[in-house]
Nanobody, 122 residues
Framework: VQLQASGGGLVQAGGSRRLSCAAS????????VAWFRQAPGKEREFVAA????????SYAESVKGRFTISRDNAKNTVNLQMNSLKPEDTAVYYC????????????????WGQGTQVTVSS
């Protein structure tokens, strides 16, 4: 499956941004999808994930209550709505996918999209 992330940009602290991950090439509903992020000088970290149906989600503690992941299998997309953004949310955000298992660590990911930069100014 090919993944294309979009929606990054510059936003002020306290603002909102929505990232989208568009998938192509395979049956999208077979895959769990996750968002990871990587800040300069830091390791790639898990942000949020959603199972194949959208019925189960998981979030990193640092984004719980602020970020919401959702999917539309008819449109082959997964969205990450980010609210109340903080400067520490600044990173390159990657969407990722794997069949069957929700990938909550980078080593569980089978497919990566290219990143999209999110910069939160204070």
């Amino acid at each position: 499956v090919q993944l294309q992330a979009s929606g990054g940009g510059l936003v002020q602290a306290g603002g909102s941004r929505r990232l989208s991950c568009a998938a192509s090439g395979r049956t999208f509903s077979d895959y769990a999808v996750a968002w990871f992020r990587q800040a300069p000088g830091k390791e790639r970290e898990f942000v949020a994930a959603i199972n194949w149906s959208g019925g189960s989600t998981s979030y990193a503690e640092s984004v719980k209550g602020r970020f919401t992941i959702s999917r539309d299998n008819a449109k082959n997309t997964v969205n990450l709505q980010m609210n109340s953004l903080k400067p520490e949310d600044t990173a390159v955000y990657y969407c990722a996918a794997r069949q069957s298992i929700i990938p909550t660590t980078p080593n569980l990911v089978h497919y990566w999209g290219q990143g999209t930069q999110v910069t939160v100014s204070s």
